[in-house]
């Protein structure tokens, strides 16, 4: 009996599933050991406020998988990632939905030994960065490939407390035939899909624009992934451009995307997306990010680049001083408002 | 840097004197002409997003653009530098995600897409992971799909805009990072892919290429102003196909090349690697 037009054929097929993708699974995709996890969570509506040191040395441990909100350059936790080379954390494994600053940086500390590839090595038009690079050709990185959409999807279904999602995208592909994804039948339409399994970070890492000593978060400007991330994710560390009242959060609660239990510690970290964009606030320093790819060309030189900027500063706001300070980000602010183009005389 | 199209200008017999043009400009404005007013398309930054800002202020005023971190929309006030940053979304429609963008793409919004790579093959593959053969230990490694291979799987129409030689125009693709046609007629449907979808055109410094309905195999439309069949012959690996009486393409016009240079690339951070 049809109800709603369309023939039921489907009833008696058999789905058959395919595994296409050779490469391996770094994370696992069991939703009841997730919701064991999430049932230990505390919900406990306590200040979370710590620092950057503190956050990275409670909440990130040597061999765990992470995930790096925003979009490479645009809206990334920096100060948690200088923290993260410095307090010299290893044998990460590292989402790589198009990490390009933050790859670079991860990738200098060497921190990271494998990696779900969407996109990597590469700052988009800026270039590609050589010591990212070499990483991946000769530094043990284990790569599994994925695309863009198909890592936002695998953050969805760990969002959504499903193991899978099916999607459209890499069949009949190499990049289908590195991933772990497993082809298989629409038990409705018979259709091919790729099942792409839920991706659980043991830790999430965004920056967002405010949110309270609890935790909850308003975000400017697009998402990106991070409305799915900071659902999967088990541990969530939050870096903020400003503390605000928690008073503010419930005068506008549309505009919570991030809700204190998902939350484990707020850092209050002004311009704490510097050197990449941060929408409504600053724009990138593409000076200081040609920088960085130049000194990268020689090793001696890159080792001092990095004492200067990361190993030889105690936190953050040292290193914004070393880049121009105050003066610095306020053109980068101007350039964000448009008020004028600094790439014209950079 | 001037190219074999900019050495040789085309003969106009009437009309506006021809104004010469970089391999960069040539590409940009030949490739905004694909581009048909009211169509969605999700672009890059580079060359294909100029395009699409030329096209919006010529062919197209209401081209929809989007960009695949979840700009849809903008009144871009100057070049963006990346696909996520925020110029993609200044006085824009949505500022959106990236799973909305790529659902929009999977369930047939988008018209268009545009993509770059390392290495083409005669079917519009596409690969922009690596060099090698070995995937754990490649001789040279690109960043991977990024976007582009959700694209070119879920858009209707895929162009790409590059220049031709033949280490780039390949016959065999160390790895394919984003589906063309695959292995030729039929197999991206056997994969599972959207029928109807695939590549479109392939706008290079030299030819505009579209592709075979039998074979599914690269073809070449027509040549630009001052090339010949041999020097496309000699930067393709593969063996082309080619239209019968292959036209010569309209070179870019004096308005086309005035707004690219005025209004969409002013800082020449695109034209100038022309």
Known sequence: ?346 | MASRAAATPAKEPAGPEPVPYNRMELMICVASRYLENGATVVVGTGAPCAAAMLAQRTVAPDLMIMFEAGGIGPILPTMPISVGDSRTYHRGLVASSMAEIMEHCQRGLIDYTFLGGAQIDMYGNINSTMIGTDLQHPTVRFPGSGGANDLASLCWRTMMITVQDPRRFTSRLDFITSPGYLTGPGAREAAGLPPGTGPYKVITDLCVIGFDDDTKRMKVNSLHPGVDRRTVEERTGFELLWEADTPVTDPPTPEELRVLRAEVDPYRYIIGRG
Request: with cysteine.
């Open chain 1, 1 to 346: 009996m049809s109800r709603v037009g369309y023939e039921p054929s489907y009833q008696e097929k058999t789905v058959t599933y395919r595994r296409v993708g050779e490469g391996e699974l770094f994370t696992d995709p069991d939703v009841d050991r997730a919701r064991e996890y999430f049932r230990s969570k505390s919900r406990a509506m306590v200040p979370k406020v710590m620092t950057v040191k503190e956050a990275v040395s409670r909440f990130i441990a040597d061999g765990d998988y992470i995930a790096v909100g925003g979009f490479g350059g645009t809206r990334i936790p920096t100060a948690v990632l200088h923290e993260i080379v410095r307090q010299g954390r290893k044998n990460l494994g590292l989402s790589g939905h198009t990490a390009t600053h933050d790859c670079q940086i991860l990738a200098a500390g060497g921190c990271f030994d494998r990696c779900d590839v969407a996109y990597v090595v590469g700052l988009e038009a800026r270039g590609l960065s050589r010591v990212a690079r070499r990483r991946f050709e000769k530094g043990g990185v284990k790569v599994t490939e994925w695309s863009n959409a198909a890592l936002a999807w695998r953050y969805k279904a760990a969002a959504m407390g499903v193991s899978f999602l099916p999607v459209r995208t890499m069949l009949g592909t190499g990049t289908g035939a590195a991933s772990a994804g497993v082809l298989m039948e629409c038990p409705f339409t018979g259709k091919v899909f790729l099942a792409v399994p839920a991706l659980y970070p043991d830790v999430a890492i965004i920056h967002v624009h405010r949110a309270d000593v609890y935790g909850n978060s308003q975000i400017d400007g697009i998402l990106i992934a991070d409305w799915d991330l900071a659902r999967a994710a088990r541990r969530l560390i939050i870096t903020t451009e400003r503390i605000i009242p928690h008073e503010d959060i419930r005068d506008e609660p549309g505009r919570t995307v991030i809700p204190y239990f998902l939350v484990d510690a707020v850092c209050e970290v002004p311009y704490g997306s510097y050197p990449a964009n941060m929408p409504y606030e600053y724009y990138s320093d593409e000076r200081h990010l040609r920088e960085w790819l130049e000194a990268e060309e020689d090793e001696e030189r890159f080792r001092a680049f990095l004492d200067r900027y990361i190993y030889g500063v105690t936190d953050f706001m040292e290193y914004l001083e070393r880049c121009g300070g105050i003066e610095r980000l306020r053109q980068l602010r101007a350039e964000e408002f448009c008020l004028r183009d600094e790439r014209r005389d950079s």
